[in-house]
């Protein structure tokens, strides 16, 4: 089923490219593109498995994500409202030797441009050819930052800014989560957060209960996190 | 200077879109490009500070890092004949939002194209901007390569598949090199890799003595590597 006005309109506002498509390149896109819908917990994209093509997201909010040999998990960026999931159509890019894994945080709504559409137009048009690079070049700068994180900043720092920065997204005073969940954020170990949490506790910096954690001393955390 | 036959020729012979250039793109890159010859420790690019262009390597290796706001480095990857930095042109790409240094490991012969050049051939030419997709893919490969080792490889896996690695580069059995830039490679502090080569000499593994490293037990370091 084609686009329906309103989905036509949100591409031509969120795609920087699309006045520059021909009226047939358009015309390509809106007979193509369909609309997708993900439930929390459901998978957009499955490293090398999958490559559905281009999702445009309508709202909603998807973690991307790699996993070692040993299962273990890394939370590489988030997407949000009007942001693209490249990787979903990375088959169509050679030099890509990795797998990234894209899973939906909540209800998200999404626009997805099949692979082989996308794929013409990234070889037809620079316009299409330099969007893409500038996507790239944003997630590789996720990816840069996270590395400098991983290497030159302490778990400690990492924590408390973690903690600082989840806080502040939600009462500020509180938050739901589980070690496990931390430690797959930060890519380290669930024992590694524990103690580090039990730490943080006894420096009277937060309150732990099950499932929960408490600010107890903004100040502290706050100097922690440097 | 514009380039001579045999640089021209190097180019077509290096670039994929050579040959999907007009023959005025093909003279603007003829007439504005140049050889530039580094010799080792001398810089390519500075972060921010510099934007030369693009640097096709005629010889020579290159190394790119990161450099850490407390001054520790950390190698990403490295560069051989043939190979291009694209991010010594970076400043064309603002979705960058980071830093990279190049040195010259050896004398490095280059043809550099300049940013203003390089830039109108990427906005006006699909077979250009798909050439800067597949190297930034590409590099971005190596980075996610690396993070996957330092979060997911133990400190003395790693060193013993770097010393490896190394070993077989040279003559198979020693190499003369320092504990600061073993450091430096696997983004760690030379006390970590100090403590490593000395149990991996306890456990005879290597033997070591000033500025050099001896291959005492293949067997063993390979086991280590796993």
């Known amino acids: 089923m084609p686009l329906d006005r309103r989905e036509r309109d949100f591409l031509e506002d969120t795609l920087p ?12 896109v809106v007979n193509g593109s369909g609309e997708r819908r993900f439930a929390p917990g459901e998978m957009l994209h499955r490293g090398a498995v999958d490559c559905a093509g281009l999702y445009v997201i309508e709202s909603g909010q998807v973690r991307a994500y790699s996993i070692s040999e040993t299962g273990r998990e890394i939370t590489l960026f988030h997407l949000f409202e009007r942001d693209v999931c490249i990787f979903s159509a990375s088959c169509m890019m050679k ?21 082989p559409i996308f794929r013409q137009l990234n070889q037809d048009s620079a ?6 690079n500038s996507i790239l070049s944003s997630r590789f700068s996720d990816v840069m930052w996270l590395l400098d994180q ?23 005073t509180a938050l739901q989560t589980t070690h ?17 949490l039990k730490y943080f506790q ?18 502290k955390l706050e100097n922690t996190a440097g």
Chains 1, 2 share one sequence.
Not at 97 to 110: G, L, N, V, W
């Open 17 to 28: 490219f699309w006045k520059k498509l021909t009226p047939e390149q358009q015309r390509s």
């Open 95 to 115: 030099d890509i030797r990795f797998s990234i894994y894209m899973q939906a945080s909540e209800d998200t709504r999404t626009i997805l441009i099949p692979t």
């Open 127 to 132: 316009a299409v050819s330099n969007y893409t």
């Open 150 to 172: 991983i290497l030159f900043t302490s778990m400690d720092k990492r924590l408390a800014q973690y903690l600082l920065g989840h806080f502040d997204e939600n009462d500020g």
């Open 180 to 196: 496990d969940e931390i430690a797959r954020d930060l890519g380290t170990a669930r024992e590694v957060v524990s103690r580090m």
């Open 202 to 219: 006894s420096e009277s910096m937060v309150k732990l209960s099950r499932g929960r954690i408490e600010l107890a001393d903004r100040k």
